[in-house]
């Protein structure tokens, strides 16, 4: 956690002090050669340090320990972040594209020369350099405001290549083009940026955790040889590296609130060890050893199975005693009418099963 913090803010620095540098280069490149392109350019990477400044704070923010109002920290401070990053972005390509239509209508003329030539195509290599390595730290950090900074400096990147490309054709022809490479540029900026915001509003929502990880952690939890199945993972994060959630095992039905107790320590401290989360263990009892409850089990687990939109059956559990029958079904998000589906099923197996009261409960796709 912490060395994460420290990465992220010294790559963030260092994206502050190689923009500021860039600014003053193309600053008195643009002002000698009356470019506008070159001058905008400054101006956007004066922006990209502006963005280094928020993922800093961003990243400070979200350190502060939890509090009474705030039970579970401040880690989503850094979605917030990228939020703002992605306004920049999109602020910065939209100045790009109305600039450029600007120097196209006044047809504006920049006095160019070689030196102007190889000194942006410096600062291209420089930017490259710069957007590689923050894309590179932002996956390692798991920082979508690393990241974002990252495809920021690519397009900037971009951008000066545009830029570069228009002094080299005019160089050569007399002909500027930096108007329409301009807008070109700032398309593509714009793109990335409603890219970023998306990413940046889904996390803040709440998304489902990913495929790889999910099956590891059930894979670790199965691993306990008391364990006959993980179901009902469900995982919210508060931040990157802050994920609080619960799952449900089955355990064989003559164990101890003794024996249970340990296991579900055991597993959760595993899980917190390896993932980082912190977990609820929740208990589901088999009777799957008895078997007429592993028929009438395999036999209701077949039909509602057969169901289009079921993914899957578990938790079952038949009391002889209470002539009781449950289960829980997940049902995929894309039935709409997933309740309708649930009565259908307690009512199919029901019919069956009249002698036991069947009682279905409707679980949600959460996680792989």
Not at 46 to 65: E, F, N
Not at 159 to 170: E, H, K, P
Not at 222 to 238: H, R
């Amino acid at each position: 956690m912490k060395d994460r913090n420290q990465i992220i803010v010294r790559t963030s620095v260092i994206g502050i002090i190689t923009n500021l540098l860039l600014v003053i280069l193309k600053g008195i490149v643009g002002f000698l050669a009356n470019s506008v392109s070159i001058i905008m350019d400054a101006i956007n990477n004066l922006s990209d340090s502006l963005s280094s400044v928020i993922t800093i704070i961003g990243t400070k923010l979200s350190q502060r320990k939890p509090d009474a109002d705030h039970p579970f920290g401040h880690g989503r401070i850094e979605y917030i972040t990228s939020l703002i990053i992605a306004t920049i972005i999109l602020v910065a390509g939209s100045a790009v594209i109305f600039e450029s239509v600007r120097v196209i209508r006044n047809d504006d003329k920049p006095t160019f020369n070689y030196v102007s030539a190889i000194l942006i195509g410096v600062a291209v290599c420089v930017k490259i350099a710069l957007g590689l390595y923050f894309r590179y730290m932002g996956k390692k950090t798991n920082s979508q405001a690393l990241k974002g900074s990252g495809v920021d400096a690519l397009f900037d990147a971009l951008l000066s290549l545009g830029t570069l490309v228009s002094v080299i054709v005019y160089l050569a022809t007399e002909f500027s083009i930096e108007g329409y490479i301009g807008i070109i540029i700032g398309l593509f900026m714009i793109r990335s940026g409603f890219s970023i915001l998306k990413d940046s509003l889904s996390s803040i929502i709440g998304e489902r955790i990913d495929k790889a990880t999910a099956e590891a952690i059930k894979k670790l939890v199965c691993s306990f040889k008391e364990v006959k199945g993980a179901y009902d993972l469900i995982v919210n994060y508060y931040g990157p590296d802050r994920g609080i959630g619960s799952i449900h095992i089955e355990v064989d039905d003559h164990m101890t609130a003794k024996e249970i107790q340990p296991l579900t320590r055991k597993i959760a401290a595993q899980i917190f060890t390896d993932f980082g989360i912190i977990m609820t263990v929740g208990i589901y009892a088999s009777n799957t050893s008895d078997d007429d409850a592993l028929k009438i089990r395999n036999q209701i687990q077949k039909e509602v199975l057969d169901y289009p939109n079921v993914k899957q059956l578990h938790g079952f559990y038949l009391d002889h005693e209470k002539k009781l029958i449950s289960f829980d079904v997940i049902v995929d998000f894309k039935d709409k009418k997933s309740s309708e589906t649930i009565k259908n099923i307690r009512e199919r197996i029901q019919g069956e099963f009249p002698e036991y009261h069947v009682v279905v409960v409707e679980d949600k796709d959460f996680s792989d």
